[in-house]
């Protein structure tokens, strides 16, 4: 379950709320109905689901304690970031949508 989000646009995405004109701007490609649904997906998961699906090529980011799955697709430049929240790996916290090149 999604406890907390890092910033306001990727909890918009994930209540469907409508973005501004300046936040779609700096979303760029990005595929926002993808994005919905894996925002949904990573509510719903523990870190087992996450593992049992490798198109989310779900993975840690090194040097922190924070993980990453495919914002919309593979090729995509965008990811969404989160911490563990709890030591079963059932709750994420501050969960963001970033461009990561």
Known sequence: MILSF???TTKKIFQGDSLSRKEERALGDLKIKKAYERLLLLNAATEKDLLLYPALHYH???GTNRYSIDADSRNSKW???FAWADQALTDVSLVTI???H
């Open 79 to 81: 990811r969404i970031t």
């Open 6 to 8: 890092a910033d306001e």
């Open 60 to 62: 840690s980011l090194k």
């Open 98 to 100: 970033e461009d990561t």
